[in-house]
């Protein structure tokens, strides 16, 4: 794991931290799963029980509320994992459902529950299941 400065990861022995990198001034909260080759930009804060699979990419100042889950493989169990990239300032609500091989825009929204199946636009507001863009 390469840790940025100034990050704080709550009870890091109750989290599954394997090989992902993280910029500076970054909040993770326990517990957590965050696995191999995920990189999270600078001043990103995940929330507990977070799900962070191989294969995704956050970029900075990116909020993760508690219980998203990522997905990174479409017809498990598969050796093709798909990556999944977060803009900048975005921010994806509690319980939210992200699944694998999308980009979610810079600034762009995710309600709180949602199943995020598509790309979503910069700067949009999406929710629902499956989730839609709204504004």
């Not at 909040?27 to 799963?33: E, I, K, L, M, Y």
């Given at each position: 794991m390469q840790q940025g400065k100034n990050c704080k990861i709550w009870h890091p022995e109750k989290s599954v931290l394997l090989d992902f990198n993280m910029g500076d001034?970054?909040?993770?909260?326990?517990?957590?799963?965050?696995g191999n080759n995920v990189q999270i930009g600078h001043r990103c804060k995940i929330e507990a029980l977070a799900f962070i699979p191989d294969g995704v990419t956050l970029g900075n100042d990116v909020f993760i509320g508690p219980h998203v889950c990522f997905t990174n493989d479409r017809e498990p169990p598969s050796e093709l994992l798909e990556k999944t990239h977060v803009g900048n300032g975005a921010s994806i609500g509690a319980g939210a459902i992200i699944v694998c091989g999308i980009t979610i825009g810079d600034g762009a929204r995710i309600g709180a529950g949602s199943v995020v199946t598509k790309n979503v636009p910069p700067d949009a507001l999406v929710y629902g299941v499956p989730a839609r863009v709204v504004s």
């Open positions: 001034d970054c909040t993770v909260h326990a517990p957590v799963w965050i």
